[in-house]
């Protein structure tokens, strides 16, 4: 998958702006958002590939979100996010193509019904 680096570093920079801006009593109003959101896309990084998978609109909305308080950080999560997007569609277009294979050999005969319903689950299972 993608380098979680990016990721790490918008959450790490993300975070030290909050923290920066929390010195200023205005600051509190982006600055606690900031950590927020930075916790999130650290943490993010330290989960497996699935898992960032099911979190990807939060990885963009948090990146939005950086674009307007913390440039870096924002860009840093989009690349990272636009990077995901494409694994992704790569990812379901392997399990298509996976399954279409396993019908083609279930048509043919050389797999039984049970085996081709076995396969197909754990196939489905994974996406």
């Known amino acids: 998958m993608s380098d979680k680096s990016l990721l790490k570093a918008a959450g790490i920079i993300g ?3 909050g923290i920066i801006s929390c010195l200023l009593i205005i600051g509190l109003i982006w600055g606690i958002p900031m ?3 930075g916790y999130k896309l650290y943490d993010y990084s330290n ?3 699935a898992e960032i998978l099911t979190h990807k609109n939060s990885v963009l909305a948090w990146s939005i979100f950086f ?3 913390s440039f870096i950080s ?4 989009l690349i990272y996010y636009f990077g995901l997007t494409s694994i992704s569609n790569k990812t379901n277009y392997n399990y298509k193509e996976e399954l279409e294979n396993l019908k083609q050999l279930y048509d043919e005969g ?3 019904e049970e085996e081709y ?3 197909k689950e754990n196939i489905l299972e994974r996406i």
Not at 74 to 77: K, N, V
Request: net charge neutral; no cysteine; charged share 10%.
């Open 47 to 49: 989960m497996t590939d």
């Open 110 to 112: 050389i797999l039984t």
């Open 117 to 119: 319903q076995n396969k």
């Open 15 to 17: 975070i030290v702006l």
């Open 67 to 69: 674009i307007f308080f």
């Open 74 to 77: 924002g860009i840093l999560g």
């Open 35 to 37: 950590i927020i959101g």
